[in-house]
Structure formats: C-alpha cells, structure tokens
C-alpha cells in the first residue's frame, strides 16, 4: 500500500537470514523506493504517533478484525497467516 513513487520502509525484527518476496516489476514500473530502517527517533515515533491518531489516518484499511481479548490467540494466528493485517482486541467484551 504505497503510492507511485512512494516510499516504503521495512522495519521488524524477524530472523536471520529472513525472506520475503517482492514483485519487482510493481517496485519498478511505479518507481517505488524501499528502506531498510532499525529504531527510528523521537520526533519520527512522535510523528508516526500523530498520524495514527489523524482523523486523516485510514484505520479502516488495516484493522480488518476486532476480537475480544480472551480471543488473542485467534488474533495472533490471523496475523501470522497474512489473514489479518491488524486486530483490535477489546479486553472488555466477551466472545
């Protein structure tokens, strides 16, 4: 999810030796630039923060579930298996 000529920034900690695959043809064609990136500063987790919180911010786009906190487990498997790119876990609600 990034626009023509956007940047995207890979930043995670996953395991040595970790792969991934990219569609080259979309990087290239749509001049997309990538990052690697490991911490990140105040100002730049401040403003990722702001961001978050913008009634500009999309959330719609990545919360795809919303669980119940006694459900996290499910959660956590849909994200694993790419099923889910964010869950929301309500602690107060009950499945």
Same mark, same amino acid.
């Given at each position: 999810?990034?626009? *023509?000529?956007? +940047? %995207? %920034?890979?930043?995670?900690?996953?395991? *040595?030796? &970790?792969?991934?695959?990219?569609?080259? $043809? +979309? =990087?290239?064609? $749509? $001049? =997309?630039?990538?990052?690697?990136?490991?911490? /990140? &500063?105040?100002?730049? &987790?401040? @403003? /990722?923060?702001? !961001?978050?919180? &913008? #009634? /500009?911010?999309?959330?719609?786009?990545?919360?795809?579930?919303? !669980?119940? +906190?006694?459900?996290? $487990?499910?959660?956590?498997?849909?994200? @694993?298996?790419?099923?889910?790119? *964010?869950?929301?876990?309500? #602690?107060?609600?009950?499945?």
């Amino acid at each position: 999810m990034v626009k *023509k000529g956007g +940047l %995207v %920034v890979f930043f995670g900690g996953v395991p *040595k030796g &970790s792969m991934t695959e990219l569609d080259c $043809n +979309l =990087i290239h064609y $749509n $001049n =997309i630039w990538i990052k690697g990136h490991f911490g /990140a &500063s105040y100002s730049q &987790s401040k @403003r /990722a923060f702001q !961001l978050a919180v &913008s #009634p /500009a911010f999309p959330t719609e786009k990545f919360i795809t579930h919303i !669980l119940p +906190l006694d459900q996290i $487990n499910e959660g956590i498997k849909l994200t @694993r298996t790419g099923e889910a790119i *964010k869950v929301v876990l309500h #602690p107060w609600d009950e499945a």
